[in-house]
């Protein structure tokens, strides 16, 4: 009966000795879903843990599925003068200017001045509109120009009708620039800037696909923060906590189901951010 005992205890305390292990494993890995205390964005799917940062997508936002966006000047492939550029947009069942009314805009850096159009030329770090019409510089050359609808804490609509992607010539330039409007596209959006204070603890991260997708055994987002590696397989806005106070740098990769990567002027990024304590 006493080899009974302790047989049955030796076994107890190997399974909570496996247990233990696999638990010490997880914190720096994958783990399940877990909800926000603070009322933040709530995960969706994995919440990821590595090196002190936790990174996980969320998709709780207010939606606007019938919003519509379209850049009616300069025209797709028209050729205009180099200098201050006339753009002019035609909008519909979206409100400039107004506050989004979720209470994701308490929890992360967000525009007083309400809901906008984000204005990319080029993959450069986009400029925030919050009227349809403006000027912008554009040197001579080929443009590449993305626009799309953004809510007030800066995360992009991305349905199909909500974007407006073209070409546009400013100048008569030597070199012309090739551009496949029909392969995968990644454009970086945020983060960008400098984040103060409270806006430290919850960084949004989001970038805009055009013709891909994203999915486990499919295309991917390698998000490079400051040398560690996440590989995000949705599309959707993705939340960093635990970024250090200075400077970080986020290189986002557009790559296939092996890790290689998608040909493209602008499927790899890298940008530079800086937080401070106030």
């Not at 850049?71 to 979206?94: Q, R």
Request: net charge negative; glycine share 6%; with cysteine.
């Amino acid at each position: 009966m006493k080899k009974s005992y302790l047989l049955l205890a030796s076994m107890l305390l190997l399974g909570f000795s496996a247990c233990d292990t696999a638990r010490q494993t997880q914190d720096t890995e994958t783990r399940a879903p877990i909800a926000s205390t603070d009322g933040g964005p709530t995960p969706t799917g994995a919440v990821m843990s590595k090196n002190g940062l936790r990174v996980f997508a969320f998709n709780d936002s207010q939606q606007y599925p019938e919003s519509q966006l379209r850049l009616n000047v300069p025209p797709a492939d028209g050729v205009v003068e180099a200098g201050p550029v006339e753009f002019s947009y035609e909008l519909s069942n979206f409100q400039l200017t107004r506050m989004t009314p979720h209470s994701n805009a308490e929890h992360m850096a967000n525009s007083q001045q309400g809901q906008h159009i984000h204005n990319i030329v080029d993959n450069e770090p986009y400029t925030a509109h919050y009227e349809t019409t403006f000027t912008k510089e554009l040197k001579e050359g080929d443009h590449v120009i993305l626009s799309f609808l953004s809510r007030s804490y800066h995360e992009s609509l991305k349905h199909k009708g909500a974007y407006d992607l073209r070409m546009v010539t400013a100048g008569k330039p030597a070199e012309r620039m090739q551009f496949d409007m029909k392969a995968p596209h990644m454009f970086y959006s945020r983060p960008k800037g400098e984040y103060v204070g409270p806006d430290t603890k919850r960084i949004m991260l989001d970038f805009y696909l055009v013709n891909t997708e994203l999915s486990a055994k499919g295309n991917k987002v390698r998000a490079t923060i400051n040398g560690t590696e996440f590989m995000l397989d949705k599309w959707m806005p993705h939340i960093i906590e635990g970024l250090p106070m200075g400077e970080t740098t986020i290189k986002l990769e557009l790559v296939d189901n092996n890790g290689n990567l998608i040909p493209g002027p602008y499927n790899s990024v890298e940008r530079k951010i800086t937080l401070k304590e106030s």
